[in-house]
């Protein structure tokens, strides 16, 4: 079952279960999909407008970019869950002989690895929308301001949430140079959002008042 072909409510339902996957990566993922969609609604209110002439090539390019990787974004919903699907494959492999018990530790190692590599992707993705946002806010159609607050708002929450899971899936890890790798990028990647953020709701607001 893919989870992106459910309806919003049929995946509501699905997060709310007592299943632990689809769980917060995935959750995250959706998020920052909505702030590309939002991104791309926004670009769309504004090229064509000869207001906006200056910017429409620009904010084209940009326009479908986001398409691009709201779509990416998609994706990730599902392989976040199949991530999590991975692990808990691997934790459940035999282990009563030595043999298998080396087996299954390099098996959960894995999966781990490739468990945190998942949410990276969906931070990256986040980040990279959350760059767009003070030149759309600049360039942007200003009547459709709080949409753009909104697609800030959506991809904050999907680079965090990302970086919860990036960190989580650090802690399980026993290869420590990868553990550390990752928690590195996890902490660069949220000093850029804060900083990003706050400069996007201080505009914002400002444009509000």
Not at 46 to 59: H, N, S, W
Not at 62 to 82: F, R
Not at 191 to 196: P, S, W
């Amino acid at each position: 079952m893919s989870l992106v072909d459910l309806s919003l409510k049929g995946f509501v339902d699905e997060v709310a279960s007592s299943s632990p996957a689809p769980g917060g990566g995935s959750v995250a993922a959706y998020a920052g999909s909505q702030g590309y969609a939002l991104i791309a609604m926004v670009c769309r209110l504004t090229v064509g407008r000869e207001k906006y002439r200056a910017a429409e090539e620009e904010l084209m390019s940009l326009m479908l970019t986001a398409e691009k990787k709201k779509e990416s974004l998609l994706s990730l919903v599902d392989e976040d869950t199949q991530g999590f699907y991975g692990v808990m494959e691997a934790i459940g492999l035999p282990k009563g002989t030595e043999e298998e018990k080396t087996a299954r530790k390099k098996a959960l190692e894995a999966a781990t690895i490739q468990a945190a590599e998942i949410p990276l992707k969906t931070a990256r993705l986040c980040l990279e929308g959350l760059r767009e946002v003070p030149n759309l806010l600049e360039k942007g159609n200003p009547n459709a301001l709080s949409d753009m607050g909104v697609a800030a708002l959506m991809l904050e929450s999907g680079l965090e949430g990302a970086l919860y899971n990036i960190q989580i899936n650090a802690q399980g890890l026993k290869t420590q140079d990868i553990a550390q790798q990752l928690r590195a990028a996890a902490t660069q990647m949220r000093e850029e959002g804060v900083n990003l953020t706050s400069k996007i709701r201080e505009w914002v607001l400002k444009s509000l008042n």
